[in-house]
């Protein structure tokens, strides 16, 4: 069971840190991704780690977001964090985690739903202009 936190409303130019916590894994290493959602639209690819316990073996950043918003994982707390700097509101969505078995190391694959089988039930995220 995934379970993401963090959402809120915030004003262009903010930051919020959204957190996705695991009850618990099935794999010895998994890729956590981040997606959003608006009304009407598809899920969009946000960014994925593949990772296992404090280490991170690879990133991936859609283009949109790859210079304002990185992740981070506390093994301790079983959680990944994406640290979302310079929000837009273009940013504003309902931001979901999804984690499944990080077997490959393509930036494409993890951008599809495919990979996850596993998701939360998703934070909004506001930025107002």
């Known amino acids: 069971q995934l379970v993401e936190s963090g959402g809120g409303s915030v004003q262009a130019g903010d930051s919020l840190k959204l957190s996705c916590t695991a009850s618990g894994r099935a794999y010895n290493r998994y890729i956590t991704g981040w997606f959003r959602q608006t009304p009407g639209k598809e899920r969009e690819f946000v960014a994925a780690a593949r990772w296992s316990g404090f280490n991170i073996y690879a990133r991936y950043y859609a283009n949109s977001v790859k210079a304002r918003f990185t992740i981070s994982t506390d093994g301790a707390k079983n959680t990944i964090y994406m640290h979302m700097n310079s929000l837009k509101p273009e940013d504003t969505a309902v931001y979901f985690c999804?984690?499944?078995?990080?077997?490959?190391?393509?930036?494409?694959?993890?951008?599809?739903?495919?990979?996850?089988?596993?998701w939360g039930q998703g934070t909004q995220v506001t930025v107002s202009a």
């Open positions: 999804g984690e499944g078995p990080g077997t490959s190391d393509s930036r494409v694959y993890y951008a599809q739903l495919a990979p996850y089988d596993m």
